[in-house]
């Protein structure tokens, strides 16, 4: 008798499959605006988040409310999802609440947000990144504002 392993299960996997995003909503953002130990240059490092089309209508119903201090919640891999390199999901924080999916970090930029989030909790403040929302010609968008997190 053998045993089923995750990889040998028929049940779907929970992660989301790879996204392919469009050129206007890959997000933006450098890893040069980071020193070595992933820590923002200055106050200004900003990160666009990318796949926001799907999630216009979520960030349009924040952008109503007028919430003066938009914080991102940003969860961490599990196991699996590190394993599989799963895009890391943004929601925001609005009201007590969480919102749907607003968006997703861009590829090769997880370390600079993941070490973020760790440098939050290690200074034991709330592990949230400030955030903006912004009209861009191709829509609305989520800017992370890593920098005021020094």
Excluded: H, W
Excluded at 16 to 25: A, G, I, Q
Excluded at 78 to 100: I, K, N
Excluded at 104 to 113: M, Q, S, W
């Amino acid at each position: 008798m053998t045993a089923l392993t995750p990889s040998s299960s028929s049940e779907p996997a929970a992660t989301p499959e790879p996204l392919s995003y469009s050129k206007k909503d890959s997000g933006t953002g450098k890893l040069t605006d980071y020193r070595y130990d992933m820590l923002p240059k200055n106050a200004k490092v900003t990160l666009q988040l990318a796949a926001s089309d799907p999630c216009q209508q979520t960030i349009a119903e924040v952008q109503a409310k007028n919430v003066s201090d938009l914080q991102a919640f940003v969860a961490r891999r599990t196991l699996d999802e590190e394993r599989t390199d799963a895009p890391v999901a943004v929601r925001l924080f609005v009201d007590s609440r969480m919102t749907g999916l607003v968006g997703y970090v861009p590829r090769g930029l997880e370390a600079p947000v993941l070490d973020t989030l760790t440098r939050l909790e290690n200074a034991g403040r709330t592990a949230r990144i400030p955030a903006e929302i912004v009209k861009t010609r191709n829509g609305l968008r989520i800017n992370l504002l890593l920098g005021q997190t020094r």
